[in-house]
């Protein structure tokens, strides 16, 4: 948020002095609002056999069959794996913010990493949503 916020600045300031009209600066902000919009939160459940994440506002989202985990741990990302979403060498991450995450192994040799400010809680749900079905 706080990159957004000032990369919205940053754009406002060039704007306004490179005397730019009001729909390129109302452009401009907008497009940051909603990335803001989009990537602001980061929403974990465990419902209906299935472990649901979604970021802001739940345009991007993803679901993963409960059966098809085969197990997870809880992990720090380094500081380069960045937030957002993106592969990286050892599978994807969702993350908003921190460092804290736990890393899902599937059935099928996918390896995902969900950012969470409460990892042993998430961790602790999967396994009871496991013994569950």
Not at 35 to 42: E, P, Q, T
Not at 72 to 93: D, F, L, M, R, S
Not at 100 to 129: C, N, W, Y
């Amino acid at each position: 948020m706080i990159v957004c916020g000032a990369i919205a600045l940053f754009i406002a300031l060039e704007l306004f002095y490179r005397k730019a009209s009001a729909t390129a600066l109302l452009g401009g902000m907008a497009t940051i609002f909603i990335i803001m919009g989009l990537f602001a939160a980061l929403t974990v459940e465990i419902r209906d056999g299935f472990l649901k994440f979604r970021f802001g506002l739940g345009l991007i989202r993803k679901k993963l069959k409960i059966s098809a985990i085969e197990s997870c741990t809880i992990v720090k990302n380094p500081w380069y794996y960045g937030w957002g979403i993106h592969a990286t060498g050892k599978g994807w991450v969702y993350n908003v913010s921190g460092f804290d995450a736990v890393e899902i192994f599937m059935s099928d040799g996918r390896r995902l990493r969900i950012g969470t400010d409460e990892p042993e809680l998430l961790r602790k749900a999967i396994l009871t949503a496991q013994m569950e079905t």
